[in-house]
């Protein structure tokens, strides 16, 4: 399958600050990618979809001017949490299309103080 | 996307065949069920699809019953390293869609 990574793998930040995530697709490339957020002890919940040259898409209840979504070319899209508060503290996981199923990256850790 | 229903929690021995169970019993002719695992703090991990026939891949094997409103994973020879969250999600296969996690079962591998 097609292999995805995120960097960092872990980040810890003041409140406040911003954080950007990186999701790249090393093998593929991806006009559609996905971003999740997982808080612990719960599953993995969709907060956008992001498409290659376009605006991504929110789902319901995610704040689009605090989650900033890029995804400038096929194989990189990036999540920018901006002013960052100890409430998004969570494990973040981008996953990107490829022929019928997706392929997730590792996650990012982000804990904010 | 249909809604799916899966045990909170399975244990398996060591070796012997771990059966996941899943019921999807308001999918659509055009939703396939999808398996996903979740190893702890790692992101998911595809592992088979299927629309209604049984599927088998390296990882595992998906029997659906024939009026499909229902499916079972099976990891025939379970490790300890199968231990995992394992999702059962229905989906369309057309295009980029998205996939909507329930909470899975979390199967735990004894000794």
């Known amino acids: 399958g097609a292999v995805v990574s995120q960097h960092p793998s872990r980040v810890i930040c003041k409140s406040g600050t911003s954080v950007k995530i990186e999701c790249r697709s090393l093998?593929?490339?991806?006009?559609?990618m996905f971003w999740y957020r997982q808080f612990p002890k719960q599953s993995l919940m969709l907060m956008a979809t992001?498409?290659?040259?376009?605006?991504?898409?929110?789902e319901q209840g995610v704040e689009k001017d605090k989650f900033l979504i890029n995804h400038a070319s096929l194989t990189l899209s990036t999540l920018t949490v901006t002013s960052a508060h100890p409430e998004d503290s969570s494990f973040y996981i981008c996953?990107?299309?490829?022929?019928?199923?997706?392929?997730f990256g590792p996650g990012t850790r982000l804990t904010v103080l | 996307d249909a809604k799916t229903t899966q045990p909170p929690s399975m244990d398996c021995a060591e070796g012997r065949a771990a059966n996941l169970p899943c019921n999807h019993s308001?999918?659509?002719?055009?939703?396939?069920v999808y398996w996903y695992r979740q190893i702890h703090s790692q992101g998911p991990q595809y592992i088979i699809h299927?629309?209604?026939n049984n599927e088998t891949n390296e990882m595992a094997s998906l029997i659906i019953t024939e009026d499909r409103k229902s499916s079972t994973l099976i990891l025939p020879h379970a490790t300890l390293r199968d231990t995992a969250v394992y999702y059962c999600?229905?989906?369309?296969?057309?295009?980029?869609?998205?996939?909507?996690f329930g909470q899975g079962t979390r199967l735990t591998i004894n000794p």
């Open positions: 996953s990107q299309q490829g022929n019928n199923e997706q392929f």
């Open positions: 308001t999918i659509s002719g055009n939703e396939y």
């Open positions: 992001s498409n290659e040259g376009s605006k991504a898409t929110y």
């Open positions: 093998d593929f490339q991806a006009t559609t």
């Open positions: 299927g629309l209604k």
């Open positions: 999600i229905g989906r369309r296969i057309q295009g980029a869609q998205k996939l909507v």
